[in-house]
């Protein structure tokens, strides 16, 4: 079981940044991969951003060139860097990590997730 809190977002205008962080009860060394995801009203939940333990990185095309995804190990925490910020940005971002403890389990955890909106 892995436990993932949110923090970091809110309100800002377009244009603007804003930074999420995602807190492990797990070590991120544990982790096969730890993310995050977004959702917006009506739409299916899309990829953001997500590293692994390898240390290799995967963004969702609409963000590349503005997201940045980085990790604090001592700390248990991933972060996102969200810069430029664009109104189609608005959603609820939800935090998402992946282990694999036997070669015949897996397990996957969401966060309870943080709003971010992007107004004109």
């Known amino acids: 079981q892995v436990q993932l809190v949110e923090s970091g977002g809110g309100l800002v205008q377009s244009g603007g940044s804003l930074r999420l962080a995602c807190t492990s009860s797990?070590?991120?060394?544990?982790?096969?991969?730890i993310g995050w995801y977004r959702q917006a009203p009506g739409k299916e939940r899309e990829l953001v951003a997500r590293?692994?333990?390898?240390?290799?990185?995967n963004y969702g095309y609409s963000v590349q060139g503005r997201f940045t995804i980085s990790r604090d190990n001592a700390k248990n925490t991933v972060y996102l860097q969200m810069n430029s910020l664009k109104p189609e940005d608005t959603a609820v971002y939800y935090c998402?990590?992946?282990?694999?403890?036997?070669?015949?389990?897996?397990?996957?955890?969401w966060g309870q997730g943080t709003q971010v909106t992007v107004s004109p």
């Open positions: 998402n990590a992946k282990w694999t403890p036997t070669v015949e389990a897996s397990y996957n955890s």
């Open positions: 590293t692994t333990t390898g240390g290799s990185t």
């Open positions: 797990k070590s991120l060394s544990r982790l096969d991969a």
